[in-house]
């Protein structure tokens, strides 16, 4: 597609609940990327894909969140026993082929957590 | 060592004045400089981004300022307009690195 598209837009959960978040890169970007943007913060890294090697999780917060993404097209996020920390804006970017080509974002999935 | 520190969190600006926000950092292998420019409800977009090769890039009313002993970069948005309002990011990575570092962001305001 033309751009990064993120589903949901919008998510409310009640605290406990597994949600799942959705991000469908440019086509032909082999880098994804998934930050969380807590409100008034800045962009936190969770964790990276390029091709097929073994993603860079490093920035996950917990072994509540966990990521897929099958070769080079979509990626989903998952938050298991969301809490209500968890609540945030989670992007997606994706891009050429590393960090220096420059990431194009999608919209981002606002998730809530009540 | 990661870190980019920006500075500053929040800026107000009249119409038609200079907007001047800093980042700073402490990698010396960073040797990529993007900033990125957010509106609410939007993802981040690239806006400008500069290597350490140059001390100066400008694209429009949007200036990269960068130094490198000091280990220091800033952008200036001259006469600033309304439309400019948004926050800005300043990012960094290192040759060959898979991920941007970010700062935390200035939430600019451009008052008429």
């Known amino acids: 597609g033309a751009g990064v598209s993120q589903s949901p837009s919008n998510k409310v959960t009640e605290k406990g609940k597994d949600v799942e978040l959705r991000c469908d890169p440019i086509?032909?970007?082999?880098?994804l990327y998934w930050y969380r943007q807590r409100l008034g913060q800045g962009l936190e890294f969770l964790i990276y894909?390029?091709?097929?090697?073994?993603?860079?999780k490093s920035g996950l917060p917990s072994d509540r969140f966990s990521a897929e993404r099958t070769g080079e097209s979509v990626s989903t996020l998952t938050i298991q026993r969301t809490q209500q920390e968890d609540s945030a804006v989670y992007l997606c970017?994706?891009?050429?082929?590393?960090?220096?080509?420059?990431?194009?974002f999608g919209s981002g999935t606002r998730l809530t957590v009540v | 060592q990661q870190q980019v520190k920006q500075s500053p969190q929040s800026l107000i600006v009249q119409k038609g004045g200079i907007s001047i926000i800093n980042c700073a950092y402490e990698?010396?292998?960073?040797?990529?400089f993007p900033w990125y420019q957010q509106f609410p409800g939007k993802g981040p977009a690239l806006l400008i981004a500069i290597r350490p090769d140059v001390s100066e890039k400008k694209e429009g009313r949007f200036t990269i300022s960068f130094n490198k002993s000091a280990k220091q970069f800033s952008l200036h948005i001259m006469d600033s307009q309304p439309g400019d309002s948004a926050t800005y990011f300043c990012?960094?990575?290192?040759?060959?690195?898979?991920?941007?570092?970010f700062g935390t962001g200035t939430q600019l305001k451009v008052e008429l």
């Open positions: 086509s032909g970007h082999t880098a």
């Open positions: 990698n010396t292998a960073f040797d990529y």
């Open positions: 894909f390029q091709g097929n090697s073994a993603p860079d």
């Open positions: 970017a994706s891009s050429l082929d590393r960090a220096l080509y420059g990431y194009t």
């Open positions: 990012a960094a990575t290192a040759r060959g690195g898979n991920k941007l570092t």
